[in-house]
């Protein structure tokens, strides 16, 4: 079998009976035949494919919202002096925006994708837990919109920045407490989906995919969601904590009471650092998918790129320190967290070697994914490399708080992450929609978000160079010309994201044309063996052993046996 | 001689240098720390040059060569096992030699042993203070620049001044070649205190004490700012050092000795209600405006002073909220009995608040038992 029974007819009724095999409550399936229609589809929603195209949407309007309020930030640092905004509601664009970035955009974008791709890639008919899935999207919309009604409250929205650091969270007014719920809210949502794309991932996957096997994003989805798992309750702590001492008189951070203010930073990037990872790891995993596909190539070094993800992942664990150097550790504790982030650069040194080679003597192309996953690795190396300059703990003392960090984390979140999810969409979105995008419209996409990112973040390793703090809404008048520079820059990458919304909408629309199931010739996992939309259920019977392994083969994870090479 | 008076020109020059720094780098390194992380910087960016060089020199010449349209076919390999090892084995070799400048580093900027003087250095919602362990005085260092060349929200904002945000109005002061010692805490939210180039930067953290040390090597002023969120103003409370001569250092010093002495309440004085409101109104303005305003009309989550409850209630009330705070209100015990009678007394009858009591500095002691 090569392609599903019920491909070319989505309204066919099927049962989940592959799903009971797996012990996710079959009998419940059996009155969830095809979508319903109009509203029900979504509220309702257990389809993953569903609930997948809600957390894109989702993820994409919070990044307009986030977007919005950044060039809010960068529109008042245009120049010298107060512009637009008071101080207070400067500092809450910057609270929200990086809240709204971080846990609105860039984590339920690759939710979606894994909700969207991971089924899909293993050759599962759903997600394990389809109800749990629904809850886990359905909760985030709420969250969002309480992110919102905290600008109207009285004093504003939460004004801490997006490491809500007390004592000032504690004195912030109510938007605070808004934040925390959302930021609640956030947590359930990512705790569940994560048992989701875990339980689905090890129990799911077709015959003859063992794990290392599997396609490189279903790995990365798998680390990344044991992460989530292990850090959203401590986050949920420290949220919980502020909140009883805002309101309940503990006095956890609070050295009048005994507390510690420091104690809360610990916990947060306790938190806070396997949280970057949790939204580069996915990235990782989607550019191993592309950069095989478009050098027509197996990716080099499957089994040491498995080893590097799982060495990120423990060492994240290990340096969140690096992120308070400036609070006075002993000199012991500082040296320990230098040495622990110098040692994580390794790992993510094998995995930028490992893609280069995957690209080495291929036969490449260009086509909008293979650009965004070559964007990824440049700008990913250049984050990298400012990252180890961080790590210096001595040198991290000059550039900790300043426009330094701004640039290295928008160099791996941006261009890291969101970038990679760009080169995602466009990759598999003749699989969602079944029509292919326009090609040209996406490369202008991609050279004009490259030239935009970088004329906006590369100005600002200068800035915090020469000591410009973040966070503020004014600054000095020697930081002026780097300053009107990256606001230029960041209006334009603005507006480039509008063609890349108006090239998606047009490719739903239909696009340049109907794709064919297989719209790139080097693309060899199973998601390429279903038709062109997928139709609303896939694998309904596990792919035959004999897909499986040809797919296996191909990425050079398996061996051909003289009988098939003869077919 | 002559090349002493050229060191004493350059020195002399140094302030103005400051502003004519290259923008793509570190202030030019005033201390012996700041000049070594400037060396670490040069190092390690050395490093990243070359790795730079060979990763995308590797990755552009595949990009232009093994491409399918100049007809380059794709050859199927997929590991080996000696490469791997190597690149893994020789970036942890190179980081591994870069570890021991960088440590040493951090050991000798963790030393903060042997000072010569040390100042301790209190942030405030939005401003510095300083005392001199020392010597026994201290003052409030605020910034300089007046509002309306902050506020442009409408035309004709006077230009800005050169020093813009970087200017106060009593800087640190501190003795050339000396190892200054800078104790760093705070009374309210964390603040950090942060000099580039002199290379410090040490949170403020409310209820701990925390130290970093510098020498400062040249005659000049240095400036920098808050490097941690604090709240509305934070964005407004620079930091300025002035590095003086020992012998300017030490005259310095008596005045200000002289002037704290001055300044001091007599114990024994009897205060007047007048006299109460004159000093209250100053202790309000230096301690109290930052977060309920001059006019007292507060904001944000900062209450009125003007018709509050408690401000306008019994005294007993008013001593207890300022000796021991309330949540985002801190405590100001440590201002002396008449600085706390004189501001209660002045919040009492300002404002628009009329209760006509006064409080005396023997009712505040009383309290504090
Ligand atoms: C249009 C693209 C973007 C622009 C122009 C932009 C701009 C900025 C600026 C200027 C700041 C610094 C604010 C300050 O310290 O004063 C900032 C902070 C931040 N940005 Fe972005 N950003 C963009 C996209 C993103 C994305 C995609 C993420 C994804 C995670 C992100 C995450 C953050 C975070 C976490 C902060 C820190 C917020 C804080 O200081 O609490 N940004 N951004
Ligand atoms: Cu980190
Ligand atoms: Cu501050």
């Avoid at chain 1, 919005?68 to 008042?76: D, H, K, N, V, Y």
Wanted: aromatic share 14%; with cysteine; glycine share 8%.
């Amino acid at each position: 079998m090569t392609t599903t029974t019920d491909a070319l007819n989505p309204a066919h009724p099927i049962d989940h009976g592959h799903g009971a095999d797996h012990g996710h409550g079959g009998h419940d399936a059996h009155d969830h035949h095809h979508a319903p229609a109009g509203w029900r589809r979504w509220v309702y929603a257990t389809n993953h494919k569903d609930i997948g195209t809600m957390y894109l949407w989702f993820a994409f309007s919070m990044f307009l919202l986030g977007g919005t309020f950044a060039l809010g930030i960068r529109a008042e640092l245009f120049s010298p002096g107060m512009q637009f905004w008071q101080p207070e509601f400067f500092n809450q664009l910057t609270t929200l925006h990086g809240v709204i970035m971080v846990f609105g955009a860039i984590m339920p974008a690759f939710t979606g994708l894994m909700n969207w791709m991971i089924p899909l890639m293993i050759g599962a008919p759903d997600m394990a837990f389809a109800r749990m899935n629904n809850w886990s999207f359905w909760l985030l919309p709420p969250a969002a919109m309480l992110l919102i009604i905290s600008l109207f409250v009285p004093g504003g929205g939460p004004g801490a920045g997006w490491t809500f650091y007390p004592p000032l969270s504690v004195q912030l007014g109510a938007g605070m407490d808004f934040g925390i719920f959302a930021i609640h809210l956030m947590g359930l949502s990512s705790i569940m989906g994560s048992i989701n794309i875990v339980t689905t991932i090890l129990n799911m996957r077709a015959p003859g995919m063992t794990l290392l096997k599997m396609p490189m994003f279903a790995w990365t989805s798998l680390v990344t969601a044991y992460l989530l798992i292990a850090v959203a309750p401590v986050l949920a702590g420290a949220v919980t904590m502020l909140l009883t001492d805002r309101h309940f008189g503990t006095h956890f951070f609070n050295a009048a009471g005994g507390g510690d203010p420091i104690l809360f930073q610990h916990v947060f990037w306790f938190f806070g650092h396997p949280e970057v990872y949790i939204m580069a790891l996915p990235a990782f995993g989607v550019v191993s998918q592309i950069l095989p596909t478009f050098s027509r190539k197996p990716l080099f070094g499957y089994v040491s790129m498995v080893y590097a993800v799982c060495a990120i992942a423990i060492l994240s664990f290990m340096v969140w320190g690096h992120h308070m150097f400036a609070v006075g550790f002993p000199a012991t504790a500082q040296l320990f967290y230098m040495f622990m982030t110098m040692l994580i650069a390794v790992p993510t040194g094998v995995k930028v070697f490992n893609w280069i080679s995957t690209m080495w003597q291929g036969s490449m192309t260009f086509e909008t994914p293979m650009l965004f996953a070559i964007g990824f690795l440049c700008l990913f190396t250049i984050g990298g490399m400012s990252g180890l300059v961080l790590s210096l703990a001595p040198v991290d003392i000059q550039l900790h708080g300043t426009y330094y960090v701004v640039a290295h984390f928008h160099y791996v979140l941006v261009a890291g992450a969101l970038f990679s999810l760009f080169g995602a969409t466009y990759y598999w979105l003749p699989k969602w929609t079944g029509n292919m995008y326009s090609e040209r419209m996406g490369k202008l996409h991609f050279w004009w978000s490259m030239i935009a990112f970088n004329i906006t973040f590369f100005p600002m390793h200068f800035l915090g160079l020469a000591g410009m703090p973040r966070r503020i809404p004014d600054y000095a008048l020697q930081f002026t010309t780097f300053n009107e520079v990256a606001s230029v820059g960041a209006f334009l990458f603005g507006f480039a994201q509008i063609l890349f919304l108006y090239n998606v909408i047009h490719t739903i629309r239909g696009g340049v044309g109907p794709s064919p199931q297989r719209p790139w010739d080097g693309a060899t996992t199973l998601e390429w063996d279903v038709a062109c939309p997928a139709p609303h259920h896939t694998w309904t019977e596990p792919p035959s052993l004999a897909l499986v392994r040809e797919g296996l083969i191909a990425q050079g994870l398996e061996e051909s046996t003289h009988v098939e090479e003869l077919k | 001689m002559q090349l002493r008076r050229l060191c004493a020109m350059a020195a002399a020059c140094t302030p103005s240098f400051a502003l004519a720094e290259s923008p793509y780098t570190f202030q030019t390194p005033q201390s012996p720390i700041a000049s070594h992380i400037n060396d670490l910087h040069t190092w390690i960016m050395l490093i990243i040059v070359v790795v730079f060089v060979v990763v995308f020199g590797l990755m552009f010449y595949s990009i232009f060569k093994h491409r399918r349209s100049v007809g380059h076919q794709a050859r199927h390999f997929h590991e080996n096992t000696a490469v791997e090892v190597a690149w893994t084995i020789i970036p942890a070799l190179i980081l591994a030699v870069m570890a021991f400048p960088a440590a040493r580093l951090v050991l000798a900027q963790k030393n903060t042993t042997n000072a010569d003087i040390t100042i301790k250095a209190t942030g405030y919602q939005w401003l510095w203070g300083y005392d001199y362990m020392d010597y026994g005085f201290g003052y409030k260092s605020r910034l300089a620049t007046p509002r309306a060349q902050i506020e442009n929200y409408k035309d004709g904002a006077p230009p800005k001044s050169p020093l813009y945000l970087l200017e106060v109005d009593e800087p640190l002061v501190v003795p050339v070649g000396k190892r200054v010692r800078i104790l760093t805490t705070a009374n309210d939210v964390i603040h950090s205190w942060y000099v580039p180039a002199l290379g410090v930067k040490q949170d403020a953290i409310p209820g701990f004490i925390r130290d970093t040390w510098f020498t400062a090597e040249h005659i000049g002023t240095y400036r920098g700012q808050c490097t941690e969120l604090c709240g509305r103003d934070h964005g407004y409370m620079p930091i300025v050092v002035k590095v003086v001569s020992d012998a300017d250092f030490k005259t310095w010093v008596t005045a200000q000795q002289a002037k704290a002495k001055a300044a001091q309440d007599d114990p024994n004085k009897k205060w007047t209600k007048d006299e109460l409101l004159a000093r209250g109104k100053q202790v309000f303005e230096s301690n109290c405006a930052a977060c309920h305003k001059v006019d007292g009309k507060g904001g944000g989550p900062f209450p009125a002073l003007a018709g509050s409850k408690i401000a306008t209630g019994p005294k007993e009330g008013h001593i207890h909220i300022v000796l021991t705070g309330k949540n985002a209100m801190p405590s100001w015990a440590g201002l002396s009995d008449v600085e706390v009678a004189s501001v209660i007394t002045y919040e009492r009858n300002s404002f628009g608040n009329h209760t006509g009591d006064f409080v005396l500095p023997a009712e505040v002691k009383a309290a504090r038992k």
